[in-house]
């Protein structure tokens, strides 16, 4: 019963503040007419993109409008300079807990960076559609969206640490959940009986597909280790010591560069003026084939570049000879480390090419059925609602069976 009661305050106190950080998406920055603006920036792909992530807050310019977003990009940044600064690997590895105390301390300023300058850049971006251009509308609304940045911020390391699943991931899972039931409306409202009833025919297409998405996500590569008192004792063999390798390494990241990375030409091509560039990047976008061979590449790209920041062959094979552990047949050192780059590189063209056929997936339906249902559900939206809902599952049953261990120490 005790257990219950404290999981229920800190479900409670996740969901409330979720909730707080949905509704500060609605208060409006004052002095921009925002139907002008919402009406202007409909087809804008960078801002649909970045939508993803704010809950539509890029459309609605609310005080919470950045969301987590500056966060997000602090973090990748500091992950990637983590391998790139011999300071900042240090703090990581050896000082424990106070060295990563000071990482976070780094990542929130470099959030507030951020924050200020995309709230400069946002001001320059509405200024078309401000009522009163002037210096203090310029510091209100920096003020407004930094402020409203670092606030989000701070709910989800509240969330983190004091209540459940990890607060970040949360508020973005929340955003993608709030813009389906508004593209389901828009879709079904402009479609015929005939579009609704094949988009019902696609519907156990679209459940498969997140049920693949569940199975790879989780899915993971064994490879068997064996300690030194098993090379002793020869019968001894333990089933159970295996080093997991993950089919995807980097989750939703790469997608999300890819995405990213292929949102932003078509936003330049909408400021450029009229000249050989425009043209050359035009052809890009609106050749399909071309669109589609540059997203594999992207995706395939940084899913090789993610996977060599999160899991070092190098340091794997040294820990495993610290820990007296081998791989079976399998030299240590030298040969374990290409061993494991082998056995890495292959999972990682596999994971890239699962990502790639999910996010196609959702533009083929949406060609058959000449909707936009499953294309506005792409497959960042997916990836993202899965991991986050699998994470959140486990952390919960973790700390309830940790707890009830606790109770039987007792």
Not at 111 to 121: E, K, P, R, T, V
Not at 358 to 369: E, N
Request: aromatic residues 10%; hydrophobic residues 50%; contains cysteine.
């Amino acid at each position: 019963m005790q257990i219950n009661k404290i999981l229920i305050k800190k479900i409670t106190l996740t969901l409330l503040l979720l909730v707080i950080a949905r509704m500060g998406i609605f208060i409006p920055i004052p002095g921009i007419d925002h139907d002008a603006f919402y009406n202007g920036i409909g087809n804008n792909a960078l801002v649909n993109f970045l939508n993803i992530f704010s809950g539509g807050g890029f459309s609605t310019i609310g005080i919470f409008a950045l969301g987590i977003v500056p966060y997000i990009n602090s973090s990748l940044i500091i992950q990637l300079l983590n391998k790139t600064i011999p300071a900042l690997e240090n703090l990581q590895k050896e000082e424990g807990e106070k060295g990563r105390q000071k990482i976070n301390q780094i990542t929130r300023y470099l959030a507030l960076g951020w924050a200020i300058i995309q709230s400069a850049g946002i001001c320059l971006w509405i200024k078309p559609y401000v009522f009163y251009w002037n210096i203090r509308f310029i510091l209100d609304v920096i003020i407004s969206l930094s402020a409203g940045s670092m606030i989000v911020m701070w709910f989800a390391e509240i969330i983190t640490e004091k209540g459940i699943g990890n607060g970040a991931s949360l508020i973005i899972f929340q955003n993608i959940i709030s813009g389906i039931p508004q593209s389901l409306k828009n879709s079904i409202a402009n479609s015929d009986q005939l579009i609704l009833n094949q988009t019902i025919i696609l519907l156990p297409l679209f459940i498969s597909m997140l049920v693949i998405t569940i199975l790879v996500q989780e899915g993971v590569r064994k490879i068997n280790i064996v300690s030194a008192r098993q090379l002793i004792k020869q019968n001894e063999f333990d089933p159970q010591s295996y080093l997991p390798l993950k089919l995807n390494q980097g989750g939703v990241m790469p997608i999300v560069f890819a995405s990213a990375s292929m949102a932003l030409p078509a936003y330049l091509s909408s400021i450029m003026p009229e000249n050989y560039l425009k043209k050359i990047i035009d052809t890009c976008i609106n050749n399909s084939v071309v669109y589609i061979m540059l997203y594999g590449l992207l995706i395939m790209f940084f899913s090789y570049f993610y996977s060599s920041l999160i899991l070092n062959t190098e340091d794997l094979s040294n820990n495993l000879k610290k820990m007296g552990t081998s791989i079976p047949n399998i030299r240590p050192g030298d040969d374990t480390i290409q061993y494991l780059n082998k056995i890495l590189n292959r999972l990682t063209f596999l994971g890239s090419f699962f990502l790639f056929s999910v996010a196609l997936v959702p533009s083929l339906i949406a060609q058959i059925t000449h909707v936009n249902s499953f294309r506005g559900f792409g497959a960042t939206s997916l990836l993202i609602l899965v991991g986050v809902a699998i994470d959140t599952a486990k952390q919960i049953q973790t700390y309830i069976i940790s707890e009830k261990y606790e109770s039987l120490m007792k």
